[in-house]
């Protein structure tokens, strides 16, 4: 599982729906805008047209 905060079993686990709602969104983001997949060998936001080049962490801040 990719989302620790889904667990409560880790200190990331999220006690509140914003916080919860906010770490979503990132990984969601990260998923599918940074993240190279191996079967595609590119990101999925590549792959559908979204954008034209790989987005970075230095992006979204």
């Known amino acids: ?3 620790r905060g889904f667990t409560r079993l880790t200190n990331a686990f ?3 729906l914003r916080n919860l709602e906010a770490a979503v969104d990132i990984h969601f983001f990260m998923y599918n805008f ?3 997949h191996q079967s ?3 990101t999925p936001a590549m792959r559908a047209k ?3 080049i790989g ?3 230095g ?3």
Do not use: E
Request: hydrophobic letters at 40%; glycine letters at 4%.
């Open 1 to 3: 599982m990719q989302m």
């Open 14 to 16: 999220s006690k509140k």
């Open 59 to 61: 992006k979204i801040c």
């Open 34 to 36: 940074c993240r190279i």
């Open 50 to 52: 979204i954008t034209k």
């Open 40 to 42: 595609l060998r590119v």
């Open 55 to 57: 987005s970075g962490i």
